[in-house]
């Protein structure tokens, strides 16, 4: 079975710009996550979308935001991009089913982004 | 407040020894599930072993075993017969089982471990 895909692997961008990150799940895998990863603040948790709707969300600026589509892959935006949005994004998939303390997050390779 | 805890930034192994990676978290929540995972410097997080809650046994998965001490809200990582390539970061998280669909996951800051030859 593929793993999670992320593409794509490597961006540079300038501030001000807008930028959009692509996200394709372990086949019937319906929930996604996407994290912001730094040296300074560690993972921090942006937002899940389990069947096409945000379910859960981290405490970031609205310039954040994701969706998914009925096939499950997921994108996730930024717009106005600023110096300090320069991290490793990671996506993240899983069943999300019953039970879900028990749902394991399988992640993906990671869009290293770089706000010059 | 800090859900989970790893209070060892860093730390070194002896190739072929075992070592122990610290992790403590913070709930009120009486289903939970916690997840270690492994970060190279390729970036990829790596899922390595799940332990939850109402489990009564710690689990294992190859040269990975879980320390589940439920009173005491630790749960360790431990590696046996440590290889080269087992350098890297490692994350404890959480995710807590409220409601249907749970919360979101909770990671800690992580460890980094350097394997010795």
């Known amino acids: 079975k593929a793993g999670v895909t992320q593409t794509p692997r490597y961006l540079i961008k300038t501030r001000g710009q807008q930028v959009t990150l692509s996200c394709s799940p372990i086949?019937?895998?319906?929930?996604v996550s996407w994290y912001q990863q730094t040296p300074g603040q560690g993972l921090q948790f942006l937002f899940e979308y389990f069947s096409e709707t945000q379910r859960n969300k981290g405490n970031f600026p609205g310039r954040f935001s994701g969706r998914q589509f009925s096939n499950s892959r997921s994108e996730m935006n930024v717009s106005t991009l600023e110096l300090g949005d320069s991290a490793l994004y990671l996506c993240?998939?899983?069943?999300?089913?019953?039970?879900?303390?028990?749902?394991?997050?399988?992640f993906g390779p990671g869009t290293r982004l770089t706000v010059l | 407040a800090q859900k989970i805890t790893q209070t060892q930034p860093g730390m070194f192994v002896q190739e072929k020894e075992a070592v122990t990676l610290d992790c403590t978290y913070d709930?009120?929540?009486?289903?939970?599930?916690l997840f270690w995972y492994k970060q190279p410097s390729s970036g990829e997080m790596i899922f390595l072993i799940y332990?939850?809650?109402?489990?009564?046994q710690n689990a294992t998965e190859g040269r990975y075993s879980l320390n589940f001490q439920k009173a005491r809200k630790s749960a360790n990582l431990v590696i046996s017969a440590s290889q080269l390539g087992d350098s890297a970061m490692y994350f404890c998280a959480m995710r807590e089982g409220a409601g249907n669909y749970g919360q979101n996951f909770v990671f800690g800051p992580g460890t980094r471990l350097s394997v010795l030859p």
């Open positions: 086949s019937g895998h319906r929930s």
């Open positions: 993240a998939s899983s069943l999300a089913g019953w039970g879900a303390s028990t749902d394991t997050q399988y």
């Open positions: 332990q939850g809650s109402y489990d009564q």
């Open positions: 709930t009120s929540d009486p289903s939970y599930g």
